[in-house]
């Protein structure tokens, strides 16, 4: 091995579909205390444009980069992920987003975690960056606000100091593993799409791994910026919940209580019609909810200061109701393809 590969700390691997944020991600790794430590891994294709200029220009002035511009119709983050990990060489492997950039800190405090022997994986949370729209920040908002459930550890910081966490409570966007332990898991499965990061994750642990979450450990993620994209992303969660369950892992209540509130709106609501007692119980429903939003956004608004943010109110319903029917959508018809079709592979 040559001095410069003993030197080598940490691999990142960041698969990408070659938008024009990918810039930033990698400038940001380029920018950190250990910069010297890492190799850069970007895996897919990436169109002309500035963005592919801009990489190439990384990569002549960095021999720590490289580039592979590969796709694949079926699971395509995870294959991209796994191809990047094949080519990897440092016993540390980080997997992050081409939508994330990272604080200077990010290297150092991940390879900190790995002092103590037993600790198979790392991850951070994923935080909300300042220079995004309203509806950007109202989504990152809902999912770090208490509407949010446990689910919103993922999306703040939080007290200092790293805990040992389940698999749930992880983050895919910000997941680092060991080798020895990523290599008994394999690779990320392509067929579980989206949830392939909580199999993973869960498979570090049925090894006898522990699983470490540092609250600086921190990454800026860019939320989705329009409706659409905010629903399809919730949609998943709720989905994928269920497929999880199927797949052997964890039953946990409360991310199933979504599901089990839209069914009672469906059951009340069809029941409205027929009984008055029904009507009554609906409203209730809708008033006690109303209520519990109405307080998690004042809470937010006192927090940031942001009266804009009081709008809160109404993306909490959205949320709970796609992921709500997400859910239901998997139990009656499982295991539908939730994945990005990217066209045949290429090389």
Not at 52 to 65: K, S, T, V
Not at 258 to 283: C, K, M, T
Request: charged share 20%.
């Amino acid at each position: 091995m040559s001095g410069s590969e003993e030197q080598l700390k940490l691999s990142v691997v960041i698969p990408t579909m070659g938008r024009p944020i990918l810039t930033q991600t990698l400038d940001s790794l380029l920018k950190t205390d250990g910069a010297d430590e890492l190799e850069i891994i970007v895996v897919g294709p990436v169109p002309p444009g500035q963005t592919l200029d801009h990489l190439q220009a990384l990569l002549d002035r960095n021999p720590r980069m490289q580039h592979l511009p590969v796709s694949f119709p079926r699971g395509d983050a995870s294959e991209k992920r796994n191809a990047g990990y094949r080519v990897s060489r440092a016993d540390i492997i980080a997997f992050i987003d081409d939508d994330v950039y990272v604080p200077p800190h990010w290297p150092k405090t991940v390879l900190a975690c790995f002092e103590e022997a037993d600790v198979g994986m790392v991850s951070g949370p994923s935080l909300v960056p300042e220079d995004i729209t309203l509806l950007a920040r109202l989504a990152g908002l809902a999912l770090s606000s208490r509407a949010a459930g446990y689910v919103a550890q993922r999306y703040i910081k939080g007290a200092a100091g790293a805990r040992r966490v389940k698999w749930s409570r992880t983050i895919g966007c910000n997941m680092i593993f060991r080798r020895s332990a990523f290599e008994q898991i394999i690779r990320f499965d392509p067929d579980f799409y989206p949830g392939e990061e909580m199999i993973a994750a869960h498979g570090v642990t049925s090894h006898g791994h522990a699983l470490v979450f540092h609250p600086e450990a921190y990454v800026y993620h860019y939320p989705k910026q329009t409706f659409r994209g905010f629903w399809r992303q919730i949609f998943r969660y709720g989905a994928t919940r269920i497929r999880l369950i199927r797949a052997g892992l964890d039953v946990e209540i409360t991310p199933l209580v979504p599901g089990i509130w839209v069914l009672s709106l469906l059951v009340l609501g069809i029941g409205a019609f027929f009984h008055p007692l029904a009507r009554w119980l609906l409203g209730l429903d809708l008033a006690f909810y109303a209520l519990a939003a109405l307080a998690i956004a004042a809470g937010v608004v006192r927090e940031t200061r942001r009266p804009a943010d009081a709008l809160l109110f109404f993306i909490q319903p959205f949320m709970h109701v796609s992921y709500g029917v997400g859910i239901w959508f998997e139990i009656l018809k499982p295991d539908k393809d939730l994945g990005d079709r990217v066209g045949r592979p290429t090389t």
